[in-house]
């Protein structure tokens, strides 16, 4: 299989920051801010790039409560105006994920802002999440990313996702999940912690060693264990740390962003 991971990247340990956009239209929270949610993705993209940050993605995590699967062209539309405004300024490799799973126009959307990666949700083996019962949809996926001439934009699947509820595949253990995953053709695993921020199991991290597929910790980084899931993993994926007093409705702390940046370059 080939290996979009390094096609992306082009190296590993990879950090990757993300950007939660504002509220979207439509959606409970929207303040009528068009301009304003892009601007701030843009001062955020930009703290990033400053302080070395390898890659960026951009999530509409705003936009509480969540639909399931399937979002309208109000939140599509400007996620890839977020998107491709984003990329163009940074040059940055560049992903997205719309929640919840609706891969598909997330798919659409980066294909279209000309970003490099999805995270997708639900991929293999069906959950109960906050928004409801999450049917797979690898083959769906897959087959729409050849359809739609995307085949390029590589897919970073969850696996025993946060925020949802496993008791259906209890009797199929993580290495199992993601050794299906990656006969699915996943691009690359993400591991979570059971919610946003909170941290990511070192000893099922390790279990993961022996799968030939890039591995991505989704959740839990911050400044103090940062050695420890770099060292078991291709890359991180940090939000919550980076924002002012760790939470991720806060601002961006171009501080934290700038002193874990510094440690990661000291271990790598």
């Known amino acids: 299989m080939e290996n979009k991971f390094q096609e992306c990247f082009g190296r590993k340990k990879v950090i990757i920051g993300m950007i939660h956009v504002g509220a979207l239209p439509g959606t409970p929270a929207y303040a009528t801010n068009d301009e304003q949610i892009i601007e701030q993705a843009l001062a955020e993209a930009a703290i990033y790039q400053a302080a070395g940050v390898d890659a960026l993605a951009i999530e509409n995590m705003h936009d509480v409560p969540y639909l399931k699967r399937v979002v309208g062209p109000e939140i599509t539309t400007m996620m890839t105006l977020v998107g491709y ?96 995953a990656k006969y699915f053709r996943s691009d690359g695993v993400i591991i979570t912690g059971s919610s946003t921020g909170k941290v990511t199991s070192l000893e099922e991290l390790a ?62």
Request: hydrophobic residues 45%; glycine residues 6%.
């Open 207 to 268: 279990i993961l060693e022996a799968l030939d597929l890039p591995v991505i910790v989704g959740s839990g980084v911050n400044l103090d264990n940062v050695a420890d899931y770099l060292a078991l993993s291709d890359a991180l994926i940090v939000g919550s740390w980076f924002k002012k007093e760790g939470h991720w409705m806060n601002a961006l702390d171009a501080d934290r962003v700038a002193r874990f940046m510094e440690k990661v370059e000291s271990l790598r």
């Open 85 to 180: 405004e984003v990329k163009r300024q940074t040059q940055l490799p560049c992903g997205i994920q719309i929640l919840a799973g609706a891969n598909e126009a997330a798919l659409a959307v980066a294909k279209t802002a000309r970003l490099d990666f999805i995270r997708a949700e639900g991929f293999v083996y069906g959950h109960l999440a906050d928004e409801g019962y999450l049917e797979s949809d690898a083959g769906s996926l897959l087959r729409y990313r050849k359809k739609i001439d995307a085949t390029h934009i590589a897919i970073f699947t969850d696996i025993k996702k946060k925020h949802s509820a496993h008791t259906l595949t209890m009797d199929v253990d993580l290495l199992e999940t993601a050794q299906t």
